[in-house]
């Protein structure tokens, strides 16, 4: 079974507005990724951010992680159409180097 | 500078056939996965390497092998195609657990 689960599983959104998608995951991590998925094209790395961090910005995203909730979220503010994508969180369970990915969501941001 | 790239793009395969999917980066990372990315089922492992000589299984291995002579390359072998292992398969390259990874643009695999 996957180790994160994003929700919502999709998400449909006014140009300008802020979208927010959460991760949730099942084991102790050393660090959460996310990722963005543009239609029939490979994943890019957007952050990454560490158990012992709290919060991490880029730019326009913001990411949040809760180790005792065993939560992350990311914020994307002021969006544009060209965030249109898959969002997936990508954890490794503790001790191991592996990255498991969740189910993602698919976020539409209408012009 | 490539990056990581994946051969073939396409390929369709009668169940039963074998063949290796490629993957080699350029930025002599040690860290390398292959995924397979199902509608509605996200990104699941199937095997991983953290250096040459080293790889290890992940979610679902079954019905591929790996190797890792090089840094550099990192070939998933389908020993026997099947139509369940029709999917999109993404390789990806890592510097190191604490970095991003860099995927492949991936290769559209279908059997029939």
């Known amino acids: 079974s996957q180790q994160g689960e994003e929700d919502p599983q999709a998400l449909s959104i006014q140009e300008g507005e802020n979208a927010t998608m959460n991760c949730s995951y099942k084991?102790?991590?050393?660090?959460l990724q996310w990722y963005r998925q543009n239609s029939g094209r490979g994943l890019v790395h957007l952050i990454l951010?560490?158990?012992?961090?709290r919060e991490k910005h880029s730019g326009r995203l913001r990411v949040t992680l809760d180790t005792s909730k065993k939560s992350s979220s990311l914020l994307i503010t002021a969006s544009r159409a060209a965030d249109t994508a898959s969002y997936f969180c990508a954890t490794d369970g503790s001790g191991t180097y592996k990255y498991i990915f969740g189910t993602g969501t698919r976020l539409k941001v209408l012009a | 500078n490539a990056g990581v790239t994946q051969t073939p793009k396409f390929q369709v395969l009668k169940t039963g056939q074998s063949m290796t999917l490629q993957c080699a980066q350029d930025?002599?990372?040690?860290?390398m996965s292959w995924y397979r990315q199902d509608p509605g089922m996200g990104l699941r492992l199937i095997h991983y390497s953290v250096g040459a000589g080293i790889t290890d299984q992940g979610e679902v291995p079954n019905g591929y092998n790996v190797s890792r002579s090089t840094t550099e390359d990192f070939p998933l072998r389908l020993l026997s195609a099947a139509p369940s292992q029709t999917s999109v398969y993404f390789c990806?390259?890592?510097?190191?657990?604490?970095?991003?990874?860099?995927f492949g643009s991936g290769t559209r695999l279908t059997v029939v």
């Open positions: 084991t102790s991590i050393n660090n």
């Open positions: 990806a390259s890592s510097h190191r657990d604490n970095y991003g990874y860099t």
């Open positions: 930025m002599n990372h040690e860290y």
């Open positions: 951010i560490r158990s012992n961090e």
